[in-house]
């Protein structure tokens, strides 16, 4: 079994040695054929003895979508753009491009406190690389993304009647500083939830924030100033309203914005890795 060849480092090694951007690559490369396992495992376990299966994949975004339309197209009279005879289809399609990459964040983020104290098996009896915990829970949370992006594919091609522009191929290119990012603070949050148990109760509130903080049922140029500025400084208002430019309205992706948020969220990825790495010897003593 994969689970069976995993292999901890049996000597603590020092901060710097975690920060080689190339070991922490090797490493986790090391485990594809486990974190492949447990994404897989995880993807089966969340819909393993329901009646649907994994239809619940495809009903959840739709419910969700259908309540959040309702409410900030019908009861606020929110319209996208400035056109009066715009759709509540297409308010939704809008809507839905945020949700997307919304969901990949706050789906492993509100997971990762739990990650590895959830797994004391893991901690304590078995030699095992736990950071792939981590990587196994956005590899997952990546799966459902995949499922409502066909969702919302079919929704477009019924409500707008045509195909999406090309420039939708740019997609997984905008996701790479999301998931770099998402995976760094979920290494530091599911390092620091072994030792501070609250810390679910305050990921969550911040995760609800950051909800209202995204420009996900609103278009971010209807914010006035200096508010658009504490927007602005959120990194996923970029991915959103890149992801919006290039499915929806044909744009390009703002480079500079996805040059400089490839780069620093990399460097979270890093520092969040060498964080949980230092820290991990001390959980089997907690947990």
Known sequence: MVLQEALRTPVPLPLRHHLNPVRMVRNLWSH????????????????????????????NPLILLAIYTFVFSVVFQARWGDNPNESRGEF?????CGILVYNVF???LIRAPSLVIGNPVYVKKLIFPLEVFVVSGLISALINMLISLGVWLIGWVLI???????????FPLLFIPVCLLTAGLAWVVASLGV?????????????????FMTPIFYKIGRVPFPFRYVLYANPLTWAVEDMRNVLMWGGQPNWIWLSV???????????????????????????
């Open 32 to 59: 594809r054929d486990l974190t492949w396992q447990l994404a897989q495992r995880d993807v089966t376990a969340r819909y393993r003895s329901t009646y649907l299966g994994m239809l619940w994949s495809i009903l």
């Open 92 to 96: 939704a399609l809008a809507m839905f």
């Open 106 to 108: 706050s789906e492993v």
């Open 160 to 170: 707008m009647q045509t195909w999406p522009p090309l420039t939708g191929l740019w």
């Open 195 to 211: 030792f501070i148990r609250d810390l679910g109760h305050a990921v969550l509130l911040v995760v609800q924030m950051l909800f």
């Open 261 to 287: 948020a490839t780069v620093t969220s990399a460097a979270v990825a890093l520092l969040g890795y060498a964080f949980f790495m230092k820290s991990k010897r001390a959980f089997a003593d907690v947990v």
